[in-house]
């Protein structure tokens, strides 16, 4: 018997073997695995399908409902359960029971229209559940079948879910995927995954599969909103909006409605809807200093400071709180120090962050002085290396290099703003100097002659023009052009003309009569200013040469450049 047994099993082995060597076995076995979008190495091995799982004797039908998981398919596959027997088996209770906890856990707002019979014994799938809501991915499941697969990423469903969580459910969701693409659940989990990740636009591509099937529940079209203002598409997000059914007092919806009112710049809609939220809560600090940023692009400070006042009652070390309280202090109190030291502040605690590396660009830019032991051109640095496009980025850090005197990498960013169509006056300007202290002055007169042409008017495009044509021009084509306009200028315009012939006065005399000239028609002419600083320093009249430079200081206070000539003035004359 025990000899006869052996032998079948020896031919079973054979057979089997066989058959794995079999070519075509080989080519569906390939096929099943290309057609997988999810590689071995990043997901669970898949369950074998033909093994009885813990839910074998349910119906296919049934457990399809619930892993579909969309709020109409669960209610579909309750209603076939509760109506197939009087008594339920455990797996049954159990299958239940997981149906509630994601109508409840995922879909709050949806009406749950089964009784669920109490489970009070340890299981795997419920437990996993039990984790997700404490922030836990629970990887002792044993990854079973698709329920056992994804339950515990349910826990992106909780917003302190942690990096290591995020990188956990990746592998379980896109494993879930590959066991029924169809499922919605698994596809809503995605696009909050991918919206963790930062990928907005593979966010935006799940979502809106998730709304086309079910477009009524309220938690899928706020995240649909939510992701299409992101992506900047107000109009669209506003329509999400607005096929809800939900309460129009809805907080949910109030809140999405004031964040595109914000992102529109209609600061007065985004007011009214900020009111309506905290009027049912009070204490929401998201809100608080929502209100507080909206008054402040208002300009409306002091209302501004109070509500910043009683937030830092509360949190003092938020970024979004540190950014506001920094923007109020540079703004509105013209505080360079305290909102310096603000920022500092801001990045100590949160270094990567872009809002704060910005902002602290803008003070050094505002200063010429580094922020953090750094100038603006390398705070932006790290946001360049993510963005090489971002244009704000782009200008401040122009505006470190020229103030460090970093002409060559200067004109390089200048060329870069120039291919983006910056255009501004002060831009301009900024090229016209930069090219200069580049050896490039013809470069400098060819680019601002054709904007001057299609500009006339505008002053500081003029002044632009003038010191090109002062590098380029000789001496008396020059002079004969400041002299035919200097009659027919602005005030502004006659002082800084009357300062660029300053430097082509062939006597100190001729020299001095034009500063002087300038600083007539406008005394507020620090670059005037300035060279009267410096010629009578060179003449070691160091008294009449601070004369001037603390008049350029109290002009640019905000300049640590001429403080520190100011100062170092200061202790010569002692």
């Given at each position: ?109 949806e009406k749950i229209t089964w009784d669920t019979p109490e489970f009070s014994g340890d299981n795997i799938y419920l437990g996993a559940v039990s984790m997700a809501k404490r922030g836990v991915f629970d990887s002792s499941t044993g990854n079973v079948d698709f329920l056992s697969i994804l339950l515990p990423a349910l826990v992106l469903v909780n917003p302190i879910a942690s990096d290591e969580v995020i990188a956990q459910c990746e592998i379980a969701v896109k494993t ?349 002419n620090s670059n005037a200013l300035f060279r009267l600083y410096e010629i009578y320093y060179d003449k070691k009249d160091y008294r009449k040469a601070q004369y001037y430079l603390r008049q350029v200081v109290a002009i640019n206070p905000n300049d640590s450049s001429v403080k520190k000539l100011n100062e170092a003035l200061t202790k010569l004359m002692?």
């Amino acid at each position: 018997m025990y000899k006869s047994f052996a032998s079948v099993y020896k031919l079973l082995f054979l057979l089997i073997a066989l058959s794995l060597c079999n070519p075509l076995f080989a080519a569906k076995k390939k096929k099943k695995a290309a057609s997988s979008d999810v590689s071995s190495e990043e997901s669970f091995k898949l369950p074998a399908t033909n093994k009885k799982t813990y839910f074998y004797k349910v119906s296919p039908e049934i457990l399809e409902g619930v892993e579909i998981g969309s709020p109409d398919t669960l209610r579909a596959a309750m209603s076939a359960i509760r109506n197939s027997k009087g008594e339920y088996e455990e797996n049954e209770k159990v299958l239940i029971n997981i149906a509630t906890e994601i109508m409840k856990t995922v879909w709050p707002s949806e009406k749950i229209t089964w009784d669920t019979p109490e489970f009070s014994g340890d299981n795997i799938y419920l437990g996993a559940v039990s984790m997700a809501k404490r922030g836990v991915f629970d990887s002792s499941t044993g990854n079973v079948d698709f329920l056992s697969i994804l339950l515990p990423a349910l826990v992106l469903v909780n917003p302190i879910a942690s990096d290591e969580v995020i990188a956990q459910c990746e592998i379980a969701v896109k494993t879930a995927l590959a066991i029924r693409p169809e499922s919605l659940l698994a596809q809503y989990l995605m696009a909050i995954l991918e919206n963790h990740k930062g990928e907005l636009s593979s966010s935006l591509e799940y979502i809106s599969k998730v709304y086309n099937v079910a477009s009524s529940v309220e938690e899928i079209s706020l995240l649909y909103v939510e992701l299409l203002r992101e992506s900047g598409n107000y109009e669209k997000a506003q329509s999400v909006l607005a096929g809800l059914n939900g309460d129009s007092n809805d907080i949910r919806i109030l809140k999405q409605n004031a964040y595109i009112a914000f992102e529109k710049k209609d600061y007065a809609s985004a007011e009214l809807y900020v009111a309506r939220v905290l009027q049912q809560s009070p204490n929401d600090l998201e809100f608080v200093l929502f209100r507080a940023k909206i008054l402040i692009e208002k300009n409306d400070y002091i209302h501004a400071v109070s509500l910043l006042d009683m937030y830092a009652r509360q949190d003092n070390t938020s970024i979004d709180y540190l950014i506001l309280r920094a923007r109020v202090q540079l703004d509105w109190s013209k505080n360079t120090v305290a909102a310096t030291e603000t920022v500092e502040k801001a990045l100590q605690l949160y270094p990567d962050n872009q809002d704060a590396l910005m902002f602290a660009a803008r003070i050094s830019s505002l200063t010429d002085s580094p922020v953090a032991g750094k100038y603006a051109d390398e705070l932006t640095a790290k946001i360049l290396s993510a963005d090489p496009d971002n244009y704000e980025a782009m200008e401040y850090a122009l505006e470190g290099l020229v103030q460090r005197e970093n002409w060559q990498e200067a004109y390089s960013i200048c060329k870069r703003l120039v291919a983006a169509g910056s255009m501004t006056p002060e831009f301009v300007e900024k090229y016209v100097t930069i090219c200069i202290n580049t050896g490039k002055a013809h470069e400098a007169f060819e680019y601002v002659r054709r904007i001057y042409d299609a500009n006339p008017d505008d002053e500081t495009i003029m002044q632009a023009y003038v010191l090109a044509y002062c590098e380029v021009g000789n001496r008396d084509s020059v002079m004969r052009y400041l002299d035919s306009q200097i009659d027919n200028s602005s005030s502004k315009m006659k002082s800084y003309l009357l300062y660029r012939r300053s430097y082509l006065q062939l006597t100190e005399n001729n020299i001095l009569a034009d500063l002087r000239s300038s600083l007539i028609a406008n005394p507020r002419n620090s670059n005037a200013l300035f060279r009267l600083y410096e010629i009578y320093y060179d003449k070691k009249d160091y008294r009449k040469a601070q004369y001037y430079l603390r008049q350029v200081v109290a002009i640019n206070p905000n300049d640590s450049s001429v403080k520190k000539l100011n100062e170092a003035l200061t202790k010569l004359m002692q």
